[in-house]
C-alpha cells in the first residue's frame, strides 16, 4: 500500500476557504502532512467559485463558508468542514496583552470572528475584553489592541499596530478525518501526533507562558499528550492523558513505575495498544533530542471513525457485508478452508477462489476482505457473467465524456477506481472475453488503469480477488483464457468443496437458513438421508433455496420425504434426469428461458442472444453456445445451418409442459 505513496498524483482534495490569504495557509499546512500523494487544489469564495464544483474530497474552511459554496458542489461529492485551532506557535504574541486591555478582534466573516474569540477564550484569555469586527461593520467603540488570525488586510484603514496570531489552522482531527478517507491514516498517524507534540513542546519551552494558560491549550486538544524528559519522568501531560493514566503524583516517581501500576511492564512501544485503566489505549511515541513524546488515543474512538467510513461505503454499496462468522461449517474441509482463508487476509496477494456454483465463493471472498487491513474501504464486486461483454470495459475502468454516443456528461468512474484502496471481487472471471482478459492483465501488472477515451493514467491500489466455477486449465487449452492471466491471478488459491464432499455441513446449514427465516422445522430421518444423498448441484445456494421452500410452503413442522421438492426424490423419469444435468452444470434457469424463446418461434444464435438481453437476461455468449450445445445433445433443441435457425423439439415442448408443474 506504501507503494502507491510514490507514483503518480491521481486523488485529490479541494480547499475552500472564504479568503486567499487563508486559502494559502490551510494548502500549505494540508501539504506537510499529506505531501504530494494526493492533489490539493484550493478555492475562495472572494476569488470566484465555479457554478458546479466535485473532486474525491471537499475540504471547507468553516460553517459559514459552507453555506456560501454548498450550492455549487455537485450532489455525491464527498465534503469534511473544518474544524479549526489556534496556531499555538504564533500565540506568545498575545501573552504581551496586559489584563483588561480592549482588544478589536479582527477577521473575515462575522461567523469565523466569533468563533475566533470564542475559541481564544477558552484558552485562557478570557482576561481580555474583545470586540468583534469584520469587513463592513462599523466601529463604535474605542480599543486599546488589535488583533487578528492572519487577515492583515483587513484591519481597518488607518491602523498601524496590530498583533497577528497567524491563519487558524485545521486540527489534528480534522488532519486525521481527511487521512481515513484517503486510507493514509495507518502510513501518516504517527506523523500527525508527532507534528503535534513537536509544536506544544515548543510551547513548553516558551517562558512566557505561565502553567494556566499551558493547560488551557493542551486543554483543545483532544489526543493524550505526554512528554518525558531524559530521566525517564512525566514533564507534561494533559488532561487527555491524565484521564488515562488516573490520578498519579507524576514528579513522585518516573514513568516506567507508573505503568508498572498500571500493569505495564517493559515500557510503551509505538504503536503498540495497552490496557490503560481499563481503556484500550494506542500510543505513538517518538523520540526527540533526550525527550520522548507520546500520543494516546482512545481505540474506541478510533473504531468510531471507523464505524462512520463503513456507512459512508455502505450508502455506496460497496461494503462487504459478510465475516469469517457468517460462514457455517462443521466439516473438516471447509474448516481448513476457513482458515487459509484467515492466513491468506493478512497478505495483501491476488487470490484466485475456486469452486462450483453456489458454495460460498463471494462468502469466502468478503470475509477475507473484512480481515484484511482494506477492511475499511470498499468491497466492489464484479460479475462477469452478468454484465453484458459491450459493456465490462467501461464499467471496470470507468469513461471520459464524449467517449461514445450515450457516455454520460462528466464522464463515469470505473469500478476499479470505486475500488481504490480495498478490493475488487472478480467474480466468473471464466466468463471474461478475451480482449479484456488482455486488459486486465497490463491492470495488474502495472496497478493503474486509463479510462474509455482518456489518456490520464490513473494509479489504482486494490486487491484483487477472482472466483470461478470454470475448469480454467481447460478453458486455456480451449484457447478461451489466457495463460499469462491465469498465473497472474492463481496467486493465493482456495478451493472451496462442493457441498455434496462436506455432508456434515448439511444439517448446521439447515439450521442456519431455518433461523434466518424465523421457522423451525424437524426432518424426519428418512428425509434427512434423501437430503444428505442429494448430489446437490447447485450446492449452498440450491440447498437454501430448499429451506426458504419447505419454510414457505410447510404448515406443520416435520419434513418428510414427500415434502421435499420432486426432483429432488430418487424417481428416475427422463425430466429428473434432465433437470440434474442442467443443475450440476448451473445452466438449469437459463436453459428453461432459451426453451420458451424458442417455442415462441425459431432463431438464430444472434437473435436469441438478442432476444435474452432486451428481456434483461444477461449472458455470455460463451454461455448461450454452452447451453444450447446442452439442449441440443439432450434432444430438447435442433441447431439447424443458415437462416432457418434453432428450433425446439417435441421433446423440448413436453419439458416444458412437465416444467410449468414442478418447482423451478
Ligand atoms: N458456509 C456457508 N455458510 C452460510 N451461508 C453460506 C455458506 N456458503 C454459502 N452460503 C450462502 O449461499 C449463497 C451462495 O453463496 P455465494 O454467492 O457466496 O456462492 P458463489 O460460489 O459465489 O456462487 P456463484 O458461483 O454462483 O457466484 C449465499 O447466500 C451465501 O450466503
Redesign the pocket.
Known amino acids: 500500500m506504501v507503494a502507491f505513496l510514490n507514483k503518480e498524483v491521481f486523488m485529490g482534495v479541494t480547499v475552500l476557504s472564504q479568503g486567499e490569504n487563508t486559502l494559502k495557509i490551510l494548502i500549505r499546512q494540508l501539504r506537510d502532512f499529506i505531501g504530494d500523494s494526493i492533489e490539493i487544489k484550493g478555492l475562495s469564495v472572494e476569488g470566484g467559485i465555479p457554478d458546479s464544483l466535485c473532486d474525491d474530497l471537499i475540504l471547507i474552511s468553516s460553517d459559514a463558508v459552507y453555506n456560501a459554496v454548498i450550492g455549487h458542489i455537485e450532489e455525491g461529492t464527498p465534503i469534511i468542514v473544518a474544524r479549526r485551532s489556534i496556531n499555538y506557535k504564533e500565540l506568545s504574541r498575545l501573552f504581551a496583552v496586559p489584563p483588561g486591555s480592549r482588544v478589536l478582534l479582527v477577521n473575515d466573516l462575522e461567523a469565523s470572528t466569533m468563533e475566533t474569540i470564542e475559541l481564544l477564550k477558552n484558552l485562557g484569555f478570557d482576561y481580555l475584553s474583545f470586540i468583534p469586527y469584520w469587513p463592513g461593520r462599523q466601529i463604535s467603540e474605542g480599543f486599546d489592541y488589535v488583533v487578528t488570525p492572519g487577515e492583515p488586510q483587513l484591519v481597518p484603514e488607518g491602523i498601524r499596530s496590530f498583533i497577528d496570531i497567524g491563519v487558524r489552522t485545521l486540527d489534528i482531527s480534522t488532519i486525521y478525518e481527511l487521512l481515513q478517507r484517503f486510507n493514509l491514516l495507518n502510513i501518516k498517524s504517527n506523523m500527525v501526533s508527532v507534528k503535534y507534540i513537536k509544536d506544544i513542546v515548543e510551547i513548553t519551552r516558551e517562558a512566557t507562558y505561565n502553567s494556566l494558560q499551558l493547560e488551557a491549550v493542551l486543554n483543545t486538544i483532544d489526543e493524550g499528550i505526554m512528554v518525558t524528559g531524559n530521566n525517564g519522568y512525566i514533564e507534561l501531560l494533559n488532561p487527555v492523558a491524565k484521564r488515562f493514566i488516573g490520578d498519579i503524583d507524576l514528579k513522585s516517581m518516573p514513568l516506567q513505575t507508573i505503568m508498572a501500576r498500571l500493569g505495564i511492564r517493559g515500557g510503551l512501544l509505538d504503536g503498540g495498544v495497552y490496557n490503560f485503566n481499563g481503556r484500550e489505549v494506542v500510543i505513538s511515541s517518538k523520540r526527540l533530542g533526550e525527550m520522548t513524546l507520546y500520543a494516546l488515543k482512545d481505540v474506541s474512538e478510533i473504531r468510531e471513525m471507523e464505524r462512520k467510513l463503513r456507512l459512508k461505503l455502505a450508502e455506496h454499496g460497496n461494503i462487504a457485508k459478510?465475516t469469517v462468522r457468517?460462514?457455517?461449517?462443521e466439516s473438516r474441509s471447509?474448516t481448513n478452508t476457513v482458515k487459509l482463508a484467515e492466513k491468506i487476509a493478512k497478505s495483501d496477494s491476488t487470490v484466485l477462489i475456486l469452486?462450483?456454483?453456489?458454495?460460498?465463493?463471494?462468502?469466502?471472498?468478503q470475509a477475507i476482505h473484512n480481515m484484511s487491513e482494506r477492511k475499511n474501504m470498499p468491497f466492489v464486486a464484479v460479475?462477469f457473467a452478468s454484465i453484458p461483454s459491450n459493456l465490462l470495459e467501461s464499467e471496470l475502468f470507468g469513461y471520459e465524456e464524449g467517449a461514445f454516443t450515450g457516455a454520460k456528461r462528466g464522464g463515469k468512474i470505473g469500478l476499479f477506481e470505486e475500488a481504490h484502496g480495498g478490493t475488487i471481487f472478480l467474480?466468473?472471471i471464466g466468463d471474461a472475453p478475451l480482449e479484456l482478459q488482455a486488459r486486465l492483465l497490463r491492470v495488474l501488472q502495472e496497478k493503474q488503469i486509463r479510462r474509455v477515451g482518456g489518456l490520464k493514467v490513473i494509479p489504482i491500489d486494490v486487491r484483487v480477488i477472482a472466483?470461478?466455477?470454470r475448469e480454467l486449465v481447460k478453458l486455456i487449452e480451449a484457447g478461451k483464457f489466457r495463460e499469462d492471466l491465469y498465473y497472474r491471478l492463481n496467486v493465493l488459491l482456495i478451493r472451496?468443496p462442493p457441498l455434496r464432499e462436506r455432508v456434515e455441513?448439511i444439517f448446521p446449514?439447515i439450521r442456519?437458513?431455518m433461523i434466518k427465516r424465523g421457522r423451525h422445522l424437524r426432518i424426519s430421518r428418512e428425509a434427512m438421508k434423501l437430503i444428505e444423498e442429494y448430489p446437490w448441484p447447485g450446492?449452498?445456494?440450491e440447498l437454501?433455496n430448499v429451506v426458504e421452500y419447505l419454510c414457505t410452503v410447510k404448515e406443520d413442522d416435520l419434513v418428510e420425504i414427500d415434502d421435499l421438492p420432486q426432483y429432488m426424490r430418487p424417481v428416475h423419469t427422463e425430466k429428473t434426469e434432465i433437470d440434474r444435468i442442467l443443475s450440476r452444470e448451473?445452466i438449469y434457469t437459463d436453459s428453461i428461458r432459451v426453451l420458451n424463446l424458442l417455442r415462441e418461434k425459431p432463431m438464430g444464435r444472434r437473435t436469441l442472444f438478442k432476444e435474452l438481453s432486451d428481456s434483461g437476461v444477461y449472458i455470455s455468449e460463451y454461455r448461450l453456445r454452452h447451453i444450447m450445445k446442452r439442449l441440443r445433445d439432450l434432444g430438447l433443441i435442433e441447431i439447424k445451418r443458415g437462416i432457418e435457425g434453432t428450433e425446439i423439439t417435441e421433446k423440448g415442448i413436453k419439458y416444458l409442459t412437465d416444467n410449468s408443474n414442478g418447482m423451478k
Do not use: Q
Request: charged share 30%; aromatic share 6%.
Open positions: 459478510y457468517d460462514i457455517v461449517t471447509m469452486g462450483e456454483s453456489g458454495t460460498g465463493k463471494e462468502l469466502v471472498a460479475n467474480d466468473e472466483a470461478t466455477n472451496i455441513d446449514l442456519h437458513f450446492n449452498v445456494r437454501e448451473d
